[in-house]
Structures are given as C-alpha cells and as structure tokens.
C-alpha cells in the first residue's frame, strides 16, 4: 500500500528541533526516486501490517549527528529544515532507499570451507549423510580451532566487507566451531574485536551447543557449557563491558542451541537455558530445521529473543508464537542451498501473526550466502512473501531479533541513520533482480561506509 506523508509537522516525520530550524542538517538524501520504511511503535510488526509500509515517492532524509532527523516528502522535507554549506547532498533522484538492512541470523566465524560438501549435495547426499561421514559442523571445527584470535578476526573482516557490499548494516554472529572451552572463548573474543572495531551494529551470541565435539558424550558436553563455558562467557562480556565503557547488557551474548535430531536434545536444551538465565544470558533457538523436537514451544515458554529456521514448525506453535515477542527468524537461503523441497510456512505464520523475520544464516555448509538482497529474492519466491513483508523482515522485525529495534530498521526521526541505496528505482526490482547486488550506497550513523 502507497501511503504519501501529510503535512510533516503533523505527521510527525519532521522531528521537533528540525522544524524550528535550530539543528543543522549534516546529510541531505534528496530528492530519493522511493523511500520504503516499515514502522513500528513499539515491537516488531506483525500480519497485515508487514505489507503495510510506508512508500513515498520524491522524498527525503535529513540527517544529524548520526540521527534521522526528517523523512518523508521532498518538497515538506525542503521546507522545513535547515541547511548550509558543510551540508553533504547526496541525490538519489535515480534510487530506492530503505533503511539499513538487518541479519540477525549468521555463523560468521569458522576456518577453512566445506566445498566438498557442496559437490556431495550435488551428487545426492543429504545435509545429515554428510554430517555422519565426518563432514558438517566437527569439520568446521577442525579447521577453527587451530586459528588463533587474529586469524578469526581477519576472515570475520572480510566477510563483514562483504555483507557491507550487500546493504547490511547490522548483524548478530555466534560462536559454535570450537566446541571446547578455550575456542569457544576464542570465537567469542573474536567477536567482540569486530564489534568494537567495526562501523557495523554487531550482537553476538554464544553457541557452544552447535554439535557435540567427536569423543565427549552429550550429557557431558552440556555439563560443560553449563558449568564452565557460561560463568566464563559472563566474565568475558563483563571485562569487555568495563574496557569500553559500553553497559554491559549491551555485551552480553545471546545463548543459541541446535536442538534437532543427532544434536542436542530439547532436554539439554532446556538445561542450557535456565543455566543461561539464572546468569542473565538472553536465548535464541535452532527450531524445527530437520525435525520437530519440541523446541519452539519452549522458545515461547521461557521467552527467547527469537527462534529460528521452523521448517517444521507445528500449527500449535505457529498459535505459541503468534501470542509471544519471540521472533520468528526464517532462512530461505538454507533450505535453498540444501535443495530441500520444504521451505519454512512464512504465509501460515504472517496470517496468523506472527513476527517474522528474515536472515542469511550464513555458514560454511548449509548455507555459504551472505547478501541479503539474495534471501530477498528467495523469500519472494519460495516463501511467497511479498516484497514489502520482506522488507519489514529484513530491517524492523530483524532489529527486534537481536535486540535492536528501538534504535535500527526504520527511516524515522529518533532512529539511527542506517540507510541502503540501491541501483534500482523502486522496491519490487530488488527481489526481481536476484543475483544481482543491487546496492549502490550504504550509510551508517550518517556517515558512508560504503559506495560503488
Ligand atoms: O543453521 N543448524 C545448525 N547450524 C547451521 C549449520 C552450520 C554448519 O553446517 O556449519 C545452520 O544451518
Ligand atoms: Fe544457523
């Protein structure tokens, strides 16, 4: 639906101090061919409304320190702000603009690939044979617990130059390839040098339960994560908290399980989790990928920021999850890549409200893609939304994912200014040109990180 802004004063696209002319404008987007921007008010959009976004054609962004400041109409916009002459233009009379995309789903550090896999796929083997042949995530692991701090940061660098690229401008990475203490630690330490180094927002998230490590049995390896691995996770985050001067429930990683079949169970699941509560560790899930173990329904029970994949997620906890704040967080880019013939029910979900979104899930075996634009296209055409629902999925309710949505996913005053520039006129053409990058620009906190 095509909504054009009234009077900015009263619509409230224009912020307070703007109007009275009093704040320079640092950066002037304008004027914007369309401007897209889900918006929600408090929580991540659920149903109809995913669709329901605010397209405006001519329009305009006025930014300062870092902030949006106006959007909306060209010609309003015009008006009612104030520039000079160290205001930067940029003229986007060609371009859709959206705010900054949003993957709240990726295995961002590991060592080495899984190439090989990939042929295997090809030649007919499943995610599973693999696994059970010595490949999937205990190969991954190999290859990342020989890589020192340095090393994982160096190959997160790249990665994240390369989601950059792509429109992303913010992400959560998890832990989840060194599947003992000290790489486990390792991970995560490498994490929080690219959350501090980067221009990028990035959350992370501890997944020393991402597959049992070769000759420790599970009950054992879950011992572990509970006993030693977690108070030790706190300290770190705490460490880095007093280092940065940044609050600590700003740094303290999400806990992730892989509860499915051959993994974890939901009753070491459910362990894992009151550990990781009674610490102060917010959860979030892998639910459903390959079998249905019970693990959304108690994603909802004990409220988990998201859960995620739902592949074979039941009508009951569709229901569950419908009535929770727990994001449901899909990954078309996996199911594509492991050429499976099932996709996540994203219509059944969004009829029935609840919060979707999208990610990239991004790894080195099930899903090697990391360009949201991608997933855009996938999810248009495997998970039947439409454009503008995966819009919303991948910027507002992405943001509530990972904790981020009062302050990223929107083109609003207040909002940070996160902003994706695209080679393309209107919203449609992005999942219309799959396989193409289209993003031309990215803005991050008003200041370009990125231009083609
Ligand atoms: O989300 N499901 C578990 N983790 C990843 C796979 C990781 C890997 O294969 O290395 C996923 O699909
Ligand atoms: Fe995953």
Sequence with gaps: MTRNSGNPAQSGQVDATARGGRMPVDLLISPIAELVTAESHNGPVRGEDMRDVRRIKNAAIAISS????????????????????????IDA??????????????????????ADEFV??????????????????????????????????????????????????ALEVKTGYGLEAESELRMLEAIYRLKS????????????????PPGKGREGYVDDIIGDMLPRVVAMATAHSESSGMPLSQMLPYVDVFCDRGYFTLEDTRRIFDASLKLGLKLRVHSDEFVNLGATTLAVEVGA??????????????????????????????????????????????EEGVAVALATDYNPGSCHISSLPFIWGLACLHLKMLPEEALTALTVNGAWAIGLGSNIGQLRPGFQADITIYDVKQLEE?????????????????????SR
């Design 197 to 212: 180094e980067s221009a990028l927002d990035i959350v992370p998230t501890f997944m020393a339960a991402h597959a049992i």
């Design 93 to 114: 009379r060609e371009n859709l603009v959206t705010a900054g995309l949003v993957d709240a789903h990726t295995h961002l550090i590991f060592d080495g690939n899984r």
């Design 430 to 450: 992005v999942p219309y040109n799959i396989g193409w990058n289209p993003v031309k620009q990215v803005i991050k906190k008003g200041r370009t990180v990125y």
């Design 305 to 350: 920021a998201s859960a995620d994949h739902l592949l074979n997620v039941s009508e009951e906890e569709i229901g569950l999850l419908a009535k929770s704040s727990t994001v449901a967080v899909l990954l078309p880019g996996t199911s594509f890549y492991l050429n499976l013939s099932d996709h996540a029910p994203a219509r059944r979900m969004i």
């Design 120 to 169: 295997m796929r090809s030649q007919g083997k499943t995610y599973t044979e693999i696994a059970a042949a010595g490949g999937g995530i205990v190969k991954s692991m190999r290859a990342t617990q020989d890589a020192d701090v340095e090393r994982l940061v160096h190959l997160g660098r790249k990665r994240i130059e390369r989601m950059l690229e792509s429109g992303t401008t």
């Design 66 to 89: 870092g902030q949006i400041i106006a959007a909306g109409s060209a010609d309003e916009i015009g008006q009612a702000i104030f520039t000079n002459e160290s205001t930067e233009i």
